[in-house]
């Protein structure tokens, strides 16, 4: 068992925190950044590892990568990467705003090896955080138990470990090598037979559920896929440029500074920009490969809108879910061999920072502008939640859009905090 002590640790190596490691490389806190570790479970960096489907595409941008937006002069940028790949210019002869989501994957595995103060400390999952306090009680930081049973001990702590997988409780008690929920799909369905008939069951009818219903196709060549979603059927996300302005990083402070219920509204407003919907392009591909099934008479696949999944249960080697047509009220049987669930993302606070709260006595987890828990004025160690504060900060905050200038909010405050106590931590930003 090994102790280590550092500054900052941030939990994941997502887009976010690796936002965060290129904010504070550039915030010029060099003893700051030196002293401050990425965790990261895996191996390696990957963007949505499960999910990175040869043809799937970045829903934004490239320029809202993890620092155009902050410091378009940048070397972290998208388009140095692309530069210093040699790939520029066959980047530019594609005329897209829409990178592939392997190529920002990519990108964001070369930003991670770019850092050079900031450390990524890899097969590293965290699995447990406890407050440090002295002996009367002061809160001075964290520790950090891994899987491995190593600890770190830091000071400030930056969770950005994104959100925990939504499972209904309908699926709950099917055998788990049945169901396959979709931040597991490529790992998953390379384990499945190819050269038998097979009969998957996607759920949702959102992107992933989409994603994956499009995937199956391939991925297992003998299949019948069927797609069972509540809504009336596959629609494009709100795509509104006028609407497409609240996700400026100019509008979180709009929305921070607004009454919940005003929140509330606009979240509902805007609900169909980031969920429930699809791409148009990939709405518009998906169509056409039904469109040719039909007319060539090669039909394999079925989607039943307006129904849901009200029962399942196993009947010998077949999975069986009882689907309730939404308008009929009627349940019928469909058989299957294994489900696939596009049903998306908890909307409560991640496993991880729901037991920090209960260890912290914190009963609505709720962060400041500065993204910080709200620990009272003597604590001297913070944590910071990244990616889980749509209900106060907007709609962008699960998505890349935002990331370059969140990061500099977290870093400003991080260094604010030094600042103030002064002499405590010397450094200084132009240092
Ligand atoms: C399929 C899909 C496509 C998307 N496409 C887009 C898009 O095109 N544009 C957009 O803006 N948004 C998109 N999003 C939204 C997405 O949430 C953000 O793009 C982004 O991934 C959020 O970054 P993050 O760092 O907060 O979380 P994540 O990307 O989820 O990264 C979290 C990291 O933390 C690691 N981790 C988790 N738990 C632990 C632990 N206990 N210990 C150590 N490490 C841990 C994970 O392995 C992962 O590397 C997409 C989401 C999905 C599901």
Request: hydrophobic residues 40%.
């Amino acid at each position: 068992m090994t102790d280590h002590e550092v500054d900052v640790l941030a939990i994941g190596a997502g887009p976010a925190n690796l936002a965060l490691a290129v904010a504070l490389e550039e915030s010029g806190a060099r003893r700051l950044a030196e002293n401050t570790v990425l965790l990261e479970q895996h191996p390696d960096v990957k963007w949505q590892r499960n999910l990175l489907l040869p043809w799937a595409r970045s829903q934004v941008s490239f320029l809202k990568d993890l620092v155009t937006l902050r410091n378009p002069r940048s070397r972290f940028s998208f388009l140095n990467f692309l530069y210093e790949g040699g790939r520029l210019n066959e980047f530019v002869n594609l005329s897209t705003f829409n990178p592939y989501r392997w190529e920002l994957s990519e990108y964001q595995q070369w930003v991670a090896h770019s850092l050079e103060q900031v450390r990524v400390r890899h097969d590293a999952r965290c699995e447990r955080v406890e407050p440090r306090r002295t002996t009367d009680g002061r809160l001075v930081g964290w520790t950090v138990t891994l899987s491995n049973g190593d600890t770190v001990d830091c000071r400030d702590l930056v969770i950005g470990t994104g959100r925990d997988p939504h499972v209904p409780a309908v699926f709950r008690d099917l055998p788990a090598d049945r169901v396959i929920h979709s931040t597991q799909y490529c790992t998953r369905i390379a384990q499945q037979p190819t050269d038998r008939p097979i009969r998957p069951v996607v759920v949702g009818g959102a992107q992933s559920a989409a994603e994956m219903f499009m995937a199956v196709h391939s991925d297992l060549p003998q299949s019948t896929p069927t797609m069972v979603m509540r809504s009336i059927g596959l629609q494009n996300y709100q795509t509104s440029k006028f609407v497409n302005e609240l996700f400026f990083p100019s509008f979180v402070d709009e929305f921070y500074n607004s009454d919940v219920e005003v929140r509330g509204r606009i979240l509902d407003e805007v609900h169909l920009t980031n969920y429930a919907g699809l791409a148009p392009p990939f709405l518009d591909e998906l169509y056409s490969m039904l469109y040719q099934q039909r007319m060539l008479g090669k039909e394999r696949s079925t989607i039943r809108s307006m129904t849901e999944v009200a029962a399942a249960r196993m009947d010998g080697d077949e999975v069986v879910l009882e689907l309730r047509d939404l308008k009929s009220g009627k349940v019928e049987p469909l058989r299957c061999d294994v489900v696939l669930l596009g049903t998306g993302y908890e909307q409560q606070m991640p496993a991880l920072v729901q037991d920090l709260a209960d260890r912290l006595g914190i009963a609505d987890i709720e962060v400041s502008r500065r993204y910080r828990l709200d620990l009272g004025e003597s604590a001297w160690g913070a944590v910071y939640l990244q990616g889980v504060n749509e209900a106060t900060h907007g709609i962008s905050d699960t998505l890349i859009s935002v990331l370059a200038h969140r990061s500099q909010d977290i870093v400003d405050d991080i260094l604010d905090r030094r600042h103030v106590a002064a002499g405590a931590f010397p450094e200084s930003r132009t240092a």
